[in-house]
């Protein structure tokens, strides 16, 4: 076992030391995951399974599958970006005060695999590659709304319509391996080393604008103590590094 694996090994059991509450016997857990958190919460689930006994069991859901599972379960945990989440909150589907926020990801671009790479080293560069692409993919999600309103700041709008494709369900990679645009701009922590694809680098300055993630206890949840162990994990200082090696950032309040 590395340094990193034992480090948080050794933070899960403080966590569930400071739970006298806590059911002795192994919870079974599910967490239902938004696409941009999904790597770095297979991430710590695989440390929390590790060090405490409870199963974690990740799944990202869309559509009627996801609302079926917000509705009935089976599901203790669900991540997302803020809007979604209070939405959540308003109808009761999750516990409010359990809501926390425990990641952010910053944006990315990629080229179709063996393409050539252009600059977006800085944002005149950044500028460039746009207005020099044939076109250029991104998502409707909180990824997409930020990409749009950083090219709403380059003043491209207008200029980029014609060539921008918005995806749908699934990466914004899936598309471009495919030949669906030039461009592709999404979370690094989904684009990095997905077949097909070469990711060029994270987007420049102000205009890389984060998404945030985060955290709560569902109320169909069969194991909420557990559940909110897990949660004390994930904003736990040892859960940081673990985040980091899938290209994401611990929220820092």
């Known amino acids: 076992?590395?340094?990193?694996?034992?480090?948080?090994?050794?933070?899960?059991?403080?966590?569930?030391?400071?739970l006298p509450q806590a059911s002795a016997e192994a919870a079974d857990l599910i967490i239902l995951t938004n696409?941009?958190?999904t790597p770095g919460v297979r991430e710590l689930a695989t440390a929390f399974t590790r060090a405490s006994g409870h199963k974690v069991t990740v799944i990202q859901e869309a559509g009627e599958a996801l609302e079926r599972r917000i509705n009935n379960g089976p599901a203790d945990l669900i991540t997302g970006n803020p809007q979604p989440m209070?939405?959540?909150?308003?109808?009761?589907?999750?516990?409010?005060?359990?809501?926390?926020?425990f990641v952010?990801?910053?944006?990315?671009?990629?080229?179709?695999?063996?393409?050539?790479?252009?600059?977006?080293?800085?944002?005149?560069a950044y500028k460039a590659a746009l207005l020099a692409a044939k076109s250029i993919g991104y998502s409707r999600g909180c990824s997409g709304t930020n990409i749009g309103k950083g090219i709403e700041e380059l003043g491209l709008t207008e200029q980029l319509k014609a060539k921008t494709v918005f995806t749908g369900n699934g990466p914004v990679t899936d598309y471009l391996a495919k030949g669906d645009f030039e461009l592709?701009?999404?979370q690094t922590n989904i684009m990095v080393g997905v077949p097909g694809t070469d990711y060029v680098g994270?987007?420049?300055?102000?205009?890389?604008?984060?998404?945030?993630?985060?955290?709560?206890?569902?109320?169909?949840?069969?194991?909420?103590?557990?559940?909110r162990a897990m949660i004390k994990f994930?904003?736990?200082?040892?859960?940081?590094?673990?985040?980091?090696?899938?290209?994401?950032?611990?929220?820092?309040?």
């Open 1 to 18: 076992m590395g340094a990193c694996a034992k480090f948080a090994v050794a933070g899960v059991l403080g966590v569930l030391a400071s």
């Open 35 to 37: 696409q941009g958190a």
């Open 86 to 101: 209070a939405e959540l909150v308003k109808k009761g589907k999750v516990v409010g005060g359990t809501v926390t926020p």
């Open 104 to 124: 952010l990801a910053g944006l990315g671009l990629s080229v179709r695999a063996g393409a050539p790479k252009p600059n977006i080293s800085t944002v005149d």
């Open 184 to 186: 592709g701009i999404q």
């Open 202 to 227: 994270p987007l420049p300055g102000v205009l890389n604008k984060p998404c945030q993630s985060d955290v709560a206890v569902m109320t169909v949840s069969k194991e909420p103590e557990a559940a």
């Open 234 to 253: 994930m904003i736990s200082p040892e859960a940081a590094p673990l985040l980091r090696k899938t290209h994401v950032e611990p929220f820092k309040s």
